[in-house]
């Protein structure tokens, strides 16, 4: 490789292609990393750290309201956005930091650049340089999308700004259902904002258990979110300091801010990939085999920009694999099954597996478990709400296959379940598991009455 500048080079410092440069240079490559924005990417810099950190935030005020019944007093509260935003950000920082010393620490050059393919052993960088590279890994994440273009479709934000807001919105509208617009409706209502949540579909967070969309919608309302589905926005209008978004339905909302959060595209344009011989897939992601390769053989791409399943663990893993394939002597699958997702609403979605849809179109037998009840807190903090909690398993092997939760600690939960559904665990191995109680979540042990069981039709 002698000839080559680096062994590696990778486009993207986020959470897949740090952790690629990482393993790649302690195998021994010579690795170069671009990073045209910030290093850690969307997870760290406009993702999942400081979303959790705003939902956290937004939580203190059902803490507060619950409080009462516990016998305290809370004084009068107010909430400085200002505050909030200038902390998140110092933690940002703080983290972009460890990231480049870590990778500094690795032996890894990191250019803060935009780099480009410009053939399958070479990149470009903005500044004009070139650089010859042994392998080359796209992990350049993805970008929010917006969807068909609106009449006043410029005055909308995406989560990006979200997080930078100068000022904190009275009224916000988000538009979308999946994940991304649910925390933030969480996150804006618990903070104090009027929320207006507008979805075209027919309930929020398509593609997770019927039941748990359901509740969590109901759960939302409780909270005061206005959830109007099956009707998009398709006008914003600038009104003097507020909006004016005129809705399919012909009814109109006014919002200090619009939002929208309507699915993020990967970030393939413009990058020279085409040119190069890099195919796109039918997903609009880069197409790529097991090991993470694309149809040029020493160009590797991970993480969101492949379009599977768009999640930081997932880009991490894949980093992991990459660099121990080429660079470990390891050739190495990430497996995609059983992946644990959660939603960082209020209250909280955990989920893992199979959805009840999803088992009954695929097993010839399918035992559906559910528990609704309310939770112990809110028997003295007289708060109105429910937690359900549902087991999906396959009748014939006895297999849990999913597993949702929708209530406080729902992800904590999740990611420890999810073990038990990787590992194979069957329904009597959950009910031979001693409960530990009183939690929510010795639920997932005690249930034993089948709240349904499905038999899929022979000629299916
Ligand atoms: C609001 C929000 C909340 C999320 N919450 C969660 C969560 O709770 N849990 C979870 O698991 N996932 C969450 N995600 C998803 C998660 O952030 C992504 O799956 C993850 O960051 C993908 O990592 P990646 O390495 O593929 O891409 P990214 O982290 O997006 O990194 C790509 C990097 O490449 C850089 N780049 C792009 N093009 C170039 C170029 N040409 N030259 C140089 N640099 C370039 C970008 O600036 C970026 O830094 C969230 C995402 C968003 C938007």
Request: hydrophobic share 40%; charged share 25%; with cysteine.
């Amino acid at each position: 490789m002698a000839d080559h500048d680096v062994d590696l080079f990778v486009i993207g410092g986020g959470s897949g292609g740090v952790r690629a440069a990482r393993i790649a240079a302690e195998h021994g490559a010579r690795v170069m990393v671009a990073e045209e924005y910030r290093l850690g990417g969307t997870c760290v810099i406009r993702g999942c750290v400081p979303k959790k950190l705003l939902v956290y935030a937004s939580r203190f005020r059902g803490e507060f309201e619950d409080a009462a019944g516990f016998g305290w007093s809370v004084a009068q509260t107010s909430f400085d956005w200002s505050s909030l935003i200038a902390n998140k950000d110092r933690e940002i920082a703080r983290l972009e930091t460890a990231y480049s010393a870590t990778l500094e620490k690795a032996g890894v050059k990191v250019v803060k650049t935009r780099a480009v393919v410009a053939d399958a052993h070479r990149v470009h960088l903005a500044n004009g340089e070139q650089v010859r590279a042994a392998y080359i890994l796209i992990a350049t994440g993805g970008a929010p999308s917006y969807g068909e273009a609106i009449p006043g479709i410029e005055h909308a934000i995406s989560s990006n700004e979200a997080f930078h807001l100068p000022e904190f919105p009275r009224r916000v509208l988000i538009q979308g259902g999946g994940y991304i617009a649910v925390e933030f409706a969480g996150i804006f209502a618990g903070l104090g904002a009027h929320v207006t949540l507008v979805y075209r579909g027919d309930n929020i967070l398509r593609g997770f258990d019927d039941d748990i969309r359901q509740h969590l919608r109901g759960e939302m309302e409780k909270r005061g979110i206005k959830v109007i589905t099956g009707c998009k926005v398709a006008a914003i209008e600038r009104v003097s300091a507020h909006y004016s978004v005129r809705l399919s339905s012909a009814n109109h909302v006014t919002a200090d801010r619009v939002m929208f959060a309507t699915g993020r595209s990967p970030h393939v344009t413009k990058l020279g990939l085409q040119e190069a011989g890099v195919e796109i897939g039918k997903n609009g992601g880069v197409a790529v085999d097991e090991y993470g390769c694309t149809s040029v053989q020493n160009i590797y791409a991970v993480g969101d920009v492949t379009n599977r399943i768009n999640l930081t663990p997932v880009a991490i893993r894949e980093g992991h694999a990459v660099a121990d394939t080429v660079f470990g002597g390891k050739p190495t699958k990430v497996d995609h099954s059983h992946v644990p997702t959660a939603v960082f609403s209020e209250p909280e979605v955990g989920t893992v597996g199979l959805t009840e849809a999803q088992a009954r179109a695929k097993l010839h037998q399918t035992d559906v478990y559910k528990a609704m009840f309310k939770p112990l807190k809110a028997t003295l903090s007289g708060r109105d709400t429910t937690v359900l909690m549902k087991l999906v398993v396959d009748g014939h092997s006895d297999r849990v296959v999913g597993c949702h939760v929708v209530g406080e600690g729902a992800a904590e939960m999740t990611q420890l379940a999810a073990i038990a559904v990787k590992m194979g665990a069957t329904k009597a191995d959950f009910d031979a598991t001693m409960a530990l109680h009183p939690t929510a979540a010795e639920e997932f042990v005690t249930m034993r009455k089948k709240s349904a069981s499905y038999a899929r039709e022979a000629a299916e």
